[in-house]
Every structure is written in structure tokens, then in C-alpha cells.
């Protein structure tokens, strides 16, 4: 069965400086991967994706991603951290032949002014 | 052009009493998936449901129950409710890509339920 792992509960970055919120999966085969964020009282909103191809992924409102299938990681980043990207980011993953999609316990950003 | 829609927003039950949330999904989309967000921690899966067929069931007691109509939309059903069902409900509809058969999930904004 597939699982994704946010080692992280909260990462405190200053405003400007580049973020990396992390991630790690666990799948039987080929992972589909995404990260989605989520705002106070909001559902979830979806960022980015791997399928394949590109181990660096790009995404919304400057975010990327990279995939590292040799250390099971999609770790999430940013060049320059926003203070409005303070929120609560969820990766996530797929295994192919599966459609449900399973969620990490999520990572609290904090983007300090 | 709408997004997914729940309903109700909000809502407070007494324990042993039963609920219904409602899901409009995105149009075009077949397939709705329902998540439980405890607060705290990040969504579980519940069900999926594509053309109307149970497509996968996550690790929830009987109690949780759902269905697809033929329109697409979908109803979340939970009996005997518990102290410990108080969440943030989420639904996701999701169509697949031709190109890479991914399936990306746009979720609605949620139902949360207190019981008390």
C-alpha cells in the first residue's frame, strides 16, 4: 500500500529567503505525486504534480518541486519565500493501477515578515 | 464556472444521530472522492466513486456509507454518529488526464461537522 510521510510539522521561514517543505513516499511502483496547500477554513488547492518525465516540476504561485526516485523524495520549494505562503501544504501520492489518492499529515509553513 | 460545491457548510449533531453531505462536482468530471480532515492532521480517504460505481473504501466502520447519482453528484451518509467523527468532511471531484492518466483532484471548500 502507498504512504507519504511530511517529517515536519512546522517550518519557520523568513520572508525572501528560499523554503523547502519535505517530503518522502512509498509506493509498489511508479508514484504519481503532488503537493496541494490549504488556507484557513479552505478545502485544499492543488499545486503541483509528477507524472514523469522532468525531475523538477513546476507549479503554482512559484512553487516547484523535485523528484528523487533514488531517496523517495518530493520535497516541495521556493527561491523566495512570500509571507502570504504561510499555510498548511499536503504532499501527496498515487500508486498507478490505484485511484484513490493518499495524503500526508501536512506541514505548517510560517513565512516570518 | 462553478468549482466543487458542498453542502452544508457547517453543521452540529448529537451523538447516535445520523448525517448527510452533499457534493456537486466540478461539470465534466465523473469521479468524486470524499476525504475526512480531523483537525490536526491531513485528509483520510473515504470513498471513491466513478459512473456512479464504488471505486475504492478507505479504513472507516459500516457507518460511513455514500453514493453517486447519475448527474455525478454524490451524498456522504455517516449512522450512530460519534464524538470522534467531528471533522472537516472534503469532497474532490477529479477527471483523468488523456495524456498522462493522471487524475488531479480539485477539492470544495468542505462540510465541517461537530458532534456533541
Known amino acids: 500500500a502507498q504512504s507519504v510521510a511530511q517529517p515536519e510539522d512546522q517550518v519557520n521561514v523568513a520572508e525572501g529567503n528560499p523554503l523547502t517543505v519535505k517530503c518522502t513516499y512509498s509506493?509498489?511502483?511508479?508514484?504519481?505525486l503532488f503537493w496541494y496547500v490549504q488556507y484557513p477554513n479552505r478545502g485544499l488547492q492543488f499545486l503541483l504534480k509528477?507524472?514523469?518525465?522532468?525531475?523538477l516540476v513546476k507549479g503554482s504561485y512559484g512553487f516547484e518541486a523535485e523528484f528523487n526516485k533514488s531517496q523517495t523524495s518530493f520535497h516541495l520549494k521556493k527561491p523566495s519565500a512570500l509571507v502570504s505562503d504561510s499555510a498548511l501544504y499536503f504532499c501527496?501520492?498515487?500508486?498507478?493501477?490505484?485511484?484513490?489518492?493518499?495524503f500526508g499529515k501536512g506541514t505548517r509553513l510560517h513565512i516570518l515578515p | 464556472d462553478a468549482g466543487v460545491t458542498q453542502s452544508p457548510t457547517h453543521l452540529i449533531k448529537t451523538r447516535g444521530q445520523h448525517v448527510t453531505l452533499r457534493c456537486s462536482p466540478i461539470?465534466?468530471?465523473?469521479?468524486v472522492s470524499w476525504y475526512q480532515q480531523v483537525l490536526g492532521q491531513g485528509p483520510q480517504f473515504i470513498f471513491q466513486?466513478?459512473?456512479?460505481?464504488?471505486?475504492g473504501r478507505g479504513n472507516f466502520p459500516d457507518r460511513f456509507s455514500a453514493r453517486q447519482f447519475p448527474n455525478y453528484s454524490s451524498e456522504l451518509n455517516v449512522n450512530a454518529l460519534l464524538l470522534g467523527d467531528s471533522a472537516l468532511y472534503l469532497c474532490?471531484?477529479?477527471?483523468?488526464?488523456?495524456?498522462?492518466?493522471?487524475?488531479?483532484?480539485?477539492f470544495g471548500a468542505g462540510s465541517r461537522l461537530t458532534v456533541l
Open positions: 466513486y466513478y459512473e456512479k460505481e464504488e471505486r
Open positions: 509506493v509498489s511502483g511508479n508514484p504519481y
Open positions: 501527496a501520492v498515487r500508486d498507478i493501477g490505484d485511484d484513490k489518492i493518499i
Open positions: 461539470s465534466g468530471h465523473k469521479s
Open positions: 509528477y507524472i514523469t518525465g522532468d525531475n
Open positions: 474532490a471531484s477529479s477527471i483523468r488526464e488523456a495524456s498522462s492518466g493522471a487524475n488531479v483532484l480539485t
